[in-house]
């Protein structure tokens, strides 16, 4: 075998030699007309198929629905709801729950604006862009009468910057972004974005930040005084500009496995979701996390039904499963975030939130920061500076 | 008569001939148009219009993508990718021609054991070997800790998430695709014509480079473009261990397409690395027949 593939080396040299000679002109329209016939026959399927389809009318849901005659393909993030979550449900409701997994809001996203049916009824998204996917006219409207567990939601997630009213996207966890660090490594509790932004010569090469455009703007944007949701040039470029100075002093860029580093000691301070830092919190009691003086995001993530979904009786019942206390408050107690869920957080084991301080903060406290919203327009712009500070050398 | 006859049978073979090749080439062919060919003419088409707001294509011409693309920071990028993939092609050479002349100079047993370690690491998921260069380069890791421990240096250096890294991981991964068309072109020398230049007095060095660096050359040539080429393109090295602060134009491109949801500007970048490609085969093939050029205007001097 290794022989083989030693030889294919030489192939791509001899190909160089007299190709193209004999050449002729009818094995090519050959080829073409054979893929053409391949492509008529891929289409004439794909027709089939599609005729198969009810025309998927009008979305008046059926609250008598057969749930059992429905099926679900839900998109989240990996570890992000219980595992054994599908099959309670579709134990108690009859309706099958298959499970899609993304790694990042842009990949659904991607997914979902890709054009055609994406086969998925439910898709986990942060708010901003549950906002941005509803703009494109992707998302159900959520029928609140088919999900009364709504009413366990604290009042103030009702009322969230990207979709008040909870129109198009029911919240399902909801934090912010801080510094996570280890007192017993800096030496100090740090209070502000700037420790990390400015970095004491000591803790350099011992800081990481996110990359992820949103948080990686957010420290910067904080600490020089603007808001989350500029879309101001001359805001933007001074965050560049402090953004290309805090580089040399970082260890990495990480959006997932900053609170390894911390444990591992390789670290000693980075920018991390309250959720992610209780990930650290939990394997080592030294790990510390802080919201800065200066402010912070709230990110809300949501779930959102979509419109070419055929199950939306189900996609309902599903979300409706998820707010339910029981349910919910297994989300903090095994995912480590915070939910909108008064009921469920109401629930949760006093001890937990004695070992995890940050999952004590209030729903008032969480909306002091800023709510993320999308930046419809200006997202090119961010995308721009955060190539520029990337590459930077 | 027996000419004619003689000319109608050789038609006949020559159109057979050609149904023969129809009928191998016919798959190949029909697969590169439909998953090579297509998608390309796809990403192309792209090229020419307005990022849709949500990712996709708002079918409205334009040729801005175009004028974006020489932006001196993603001119930079590009450069410092091109920088990065010589390096490690250059060190892959430098490694891998002693290695692959060895293994050609094995008794035939041991140079197929040889081969097969070469092609071992294949086995193991790309990733996993990558992040195994993680745990071992990071600064809490068993080479820092063995430095330190040795005492060669005081406290541990950081190797992980640097330029160097990157080449590391980018050399690790492609050696054997330098090895390996190292091998074969070695490995076909014909001995006698070094013992008749050892005859006529030339010492090693010069053997080596008149006779054996020379009829090699496509060896060294092709190998070079199996470990360039997809050095150029990798976005995983550089970002698991340049920690994200190594841009590559893999990673703009992979950005593009699924952070920045900008197709139309990502299909610029990516036929401007395609356009760079296909000029280095173009010089490939041109260098590849001058040599074998020559190589049959010695046979005929001889």
New interface residues.
């Given amino acids: 075998?290794?022989?083989r593939?030693?030889?294919?080396?030489?192939l791509?040299?001899s190909g160089?030699?007299g190709n193209s000679v004999?050449r002729?002109k009818?094995?090519a329209t050959?080829?073409?007309s054979?893929?053409a016939v391949?492509l008529a026959t891929g289409m004439v399927l794909a027709a089939c198929g599609g005729s198969d389809d009810e025309p998927s009318a009008a979305a008046t849901l059926d609250p008598e629905a057969d749930l059992s005659q429905q099926s679900l393909v839900v998109s989240n993030w990996a570890g992000y709801m219980p595992e054994d979550l599908p099959k309670r449900f579709t134990k108690e409701f009859g309706a099958d729950v298959e499970v899609a997994e993304h790694a990042?809001n842009?990949?659904i996203?991607?997914k979902l604006?890709?054009?055609g049916d994406s086969g998925i009824d439910v898709a986990f998204v942060s708010g901003q862009f549950a906002q941005?996917?509803a703009?494109?006219d992707l998302v159900e409207p959520i029928d609140e009468t088919l999900i009364p567990n709504l009413e366990n939601l604290y009042p103030e997630a009702t009322e969230l910057a990207y979709d008040p009213g909870n129109q198009i996207s029911v919240p399902y966890a909801w934090g912010t972004t801080g510094l996570c660090y280890r007192e017993d490594l800096t030496g100090f509790a740090p209070t502000s974005w700037n420790d990390l932004l400015n970095p004491k010569p000591e803790l350099e090469?011992k800081t990481?930040m996110m990359?992820?455009?949103r948080w990686l703007m957010l420290p910067a944007q904080k600490a020089l005084g603007f808001s989350v949701n500029t879309q101001d040039e001359e805001e933007m470029n001074q965050v560049r500009d402090q953004l290309i100075d805090t580089?040399p002093t970082?260890?990495?860029?990480?959006d997932t496995t900053f609170y390894e580093r911390l444990i591992?000691?390789?670290a000693s301070l980075v920018q991390a979701w309250d959720g992610w830092c209780n990930y650290g919190i939990a394997e080592d009691d030294r790990i510390k996390f802080v919201v800065p003086e200066e402010g912070s995001d709230l990110w809300t993530d949501t779930m959102v039904v979509l419109k070419t979904s055929e199950n939306k009786e189900a996609a309902h019942a599903f979300i409706n499963y998820i707010l339910d206390p029981k349910i919910h408050t297994w989300v903090v107690e095994n995912i480590l975030y915070k939910v909108p869920n008064q009921a469920a957080m109401e629930a949760v084991d006093p001890a937990l939130i004695a070992d995890f301080p940050n999952l004590g903060m209030t729903p008032a406290e969480l909306l002091e920061q800023e709510a993320l919203v999308d930046l419809?327009?200006a997202?090119?712009l961010y995308?721009q500076i955060?190539?520029?500070v990337?590459?930077s050398? | 008569m027996v000419n004619q006859s003689v000319q109608t049978a050789r038609g006949a073979v020559r159109r057979r001939a050609l149904f023969e090749r129809l009928i191998y080439l016919g798959p190949g062919l029909t697969y590169l148009f439909i998953f090579l060919l297509l998608p390309l003419l796809l990403v192309l088409s792209y090229a020419f219009f307005q990022r849709g707001r949500f990712g996709g294509i708002e079918y409205e011409f334009t040729l801005d993508n175009f004028t974006r693309a020489f932006d001196p920071i993603y001119i930079d990028v590009l450069l410092d990718s091109v920088v990065i993939a010589g390096i490690t092609t250059v060190l892959a050479l430098l490694l891998g021609y002693p290695t692959a002349y060895v293994i050609a100079g094995l008794p035939k047993k041991w140079r197929t054991i040889a081969l097969v370690l070469v092609v071992l690491p294949f086995w193991t998921n790309f990733l996993i070997r990558t992040y195994a260069w993680i745990v071992l380069l990071n600064s809490e890791g068993p080479v820092n800790s063995g430095l330190v421990g040795i005492g060669i240096v005081d406290e541990p250096i950081s190797m992980l998430y640097t330029k160097p890294a990157v080449i590391v991981g980018l050399l690790y991964a492609y050696l054997p695709l330098m090895i390996l068309p190292l091998y074969s072109s070695i490995e076909r020398l014909d001995d006698e014509i070094g013992e008749a230049a050892a005859n006529l007095g030339a010492g090693p060095v010069r053997r080596f480079f008149s006779i054996t660096w020379p009829l090699t050359l496509p060896g060294v040539i092709t190998g070079c473009i199996f470990v360039f080429v997809p050095s150029l393109g990798n976005f995983i090295v550089p970002e698991l261990l340049g920690g994200g602060k190594t841009v590559m134009v893999g990673n703009l491109i992979r950005d593009q397409f699924l952070k920045a949801r900008d197709w139309p500007f990502g299909a610029v970048l990516a036929l401007a690395v395609i356009a760079f490609l296909v000029l280095l085969f173009v010089v490939q093939a041109w260098s590849s027949r001058r040599l074998e050029g020559s190589d049959v205007g010695s046979r005929v001097d001889a």
């Fill in positions: 075998m290794s022989f593939s030693a030889q294919s080396g030489n791509v040299n160089n030699r004999n002729g009818s094995p050959k080829t073409v054979w893929v391949a990042t842009e990949e996203v991607a604006t890709a054009g941005a996917l703009e494109q090469n990481t990359a992820t455009e580089k970082l260890l990495a860029y990480d591992s000691g390789e419809g327009e997202a090119p995308t955060a190539t520029e990337t590459a050398n």
